[in-house]
């Protein structure tokens, strides 16, 4: 049992305003670089970089601190094969109309297709999972809270940690992404939220400019 003592905070730097605006700005221009990328090299990339961008994703917050998520991580060339046959398959399917024409036309700026070579090239592939059912210590099986939510942010800060070190990154959601369960051998209460790949880009790598357009400041805030 974990106890219900608590401990000063004391882990922020002492900072005036000014170096605070200066901190929040530069890592705001940096992440602003940040591009999802579809044309991968096959550059190894070490391990390392991939364990602390995934403890960095286990530090979000989670609904009752349950830290609801599981990362599959994937560099053997057999086990990416399998993924990438299966993620074929259903965006064939996908593309071929199963999307439907709205959700088609939406994704034409951005070109992508059912062709997820990547899925092979990359080093390594990070499979998401949210657990619906966990808890904190080894085997609990207690209700988790905010699981979408909770791994939603895991993802971000894993992208931005991968981003931080100099590595492309996908997030790449097949629909339906069951085999991703079986795959990677996890159990039935874990639902895989997304495949993020990371990598080197590939020299002749391009981004679509659709994807380069960022809503200003003023289209996604308002201040009360
Ligand atoms: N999963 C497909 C389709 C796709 C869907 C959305 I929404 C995107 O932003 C990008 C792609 C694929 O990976 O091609």
């Known amino acids: 049992m974990r106890d219900h003592a608590q401990i000063p905070y004391t882990q922020l730097p002492t900072l005036s305003d000014e170096e605070r605006i200066k901190r929040a700005r530069s890592f705001m221009r940096d992440m602003a670089t940040r591009r999802t990328c579809r ?3 096959d550059t190894p990339v070490p391990r390392d970089i991939i364990e602390a961008a995934i403890v960095a994703a286990g530090t979000a917050p989670s ?3 349950h830290q609801p998520w599981h ?4 560099s053997s060339p057999e086990v990416k094969a399998q993924i990438r046959a299966a993620a074929e398959e259903e965006e064939q399917a ?8 709205e959700w088609l036309e939406a994704l034409a700026p951005l070109g992508t297709d059912d062709d997820k070579s990547y899925l092979e090239t990359a080093p390594w592939l990070i499979v998401v999972f949210g ?14 809270y905010y699981v979408t939510e909770s791994v939603g942010i895991a993802c ?8 931080k070190a100099g590595l492309a990154t996908l997030t790449h959601t097949p629909s339906p992404m069951g085999f991703l369960r079986d795959i990677c051998g996890r159990p039935d ?14 020299p002749d ?14 289209q996604i805030a308002s201040w009360l």
């Open 39 to 41: 044309m991968f090299a």
């Open 63 to 65: 609904g009752a601190n």
């Open 71 to 74: 990362f599959a991580v994937i």
């Open 94 to 101: 996908f593309y071929a109309g199963k999307a439907g024409q």
């Open 131 to 144: 657990q619906r059912k966990g808890g904190i210590e080894p085997g609990d099986m207690k209700q988790n």
């Open 156 to 163: 971000g800060l894993l992208l931005a940690t991968l981003h």
């Open 189 to 202: 209460h874990e639902k895989p939220v997304m495949v993020v790949v990371a990598g080197h880009p590939s």
């Open 205 to 218: 790598a391009t981004v679509p400019v659709h994807a380069t357009i960022k809503k200003p400041l003023e």
